[in-house]
């Protein structure tokens, strides 16, 4: 099986920083492609950014400019830098990581359990 868990999150005032991280670990053979999505209350979940493998990536229109993605394929991690955040920031955010498994040639995608960020106003 893989797991992922992200860690990071945190309560910070308006025009702050956080950095989180996701690790996954387990049965990896590849990662192909990693994620950010977030949830605010009573809102659907949306696509923060997303990186590949080669490292490229690509960002939501609310984020662009303050956030960063960047990967470690040897560890298995991706971090998303947030800078500049404002309240509307505030949100679960969550981490996927789309796995080749040793064990299942076919790529599946997996998600951590959420880390809480809150911007203060």
């Known amino acids: 099986q893989v797991q992922v868990v992200e860690s990071g999150g945190g309560l910070v005032q308006a025009g702050g920083s956080l950095r989180l991280s996701c690790t996954a670990s387990?049965?990896?053979?590849?990662?192909?492609?990693m994620g950010w999505y977030r949830q605010a209350p009573g809102k659907q979940r949306e696509l923060v950014a997303t990186?590949?493998?080669?490292?490229?990536?690509n960002y939501a229109d609310s984020v662009k400019g303050r956030f960063t993605s960047s990967g470690d394929n040897a560890k298995n991690t991706v971090y998303l830098q947030m800078n500049s955040l404002k309240p509307e920031d505030t949100a679960v955010y969550y981490c996927?990581?789309?796995?080749?498994?040793?064990?299942?040639?076919?790529?599946?995608?997996?998600w951590g359990q959420g880390t809480q960020v809150t911007v203060s106003s």
């Open positions: 996927a990581q789309t796995v080749t498994r040793y064990a299942n040639p076919f790529p599946a995608t997996y």
């Open positions: 387990g049965d990896i053979a590849r990662i192909n492609a």
């Open positions: 990186i590949a493998r080669s490292g490229s990536s």
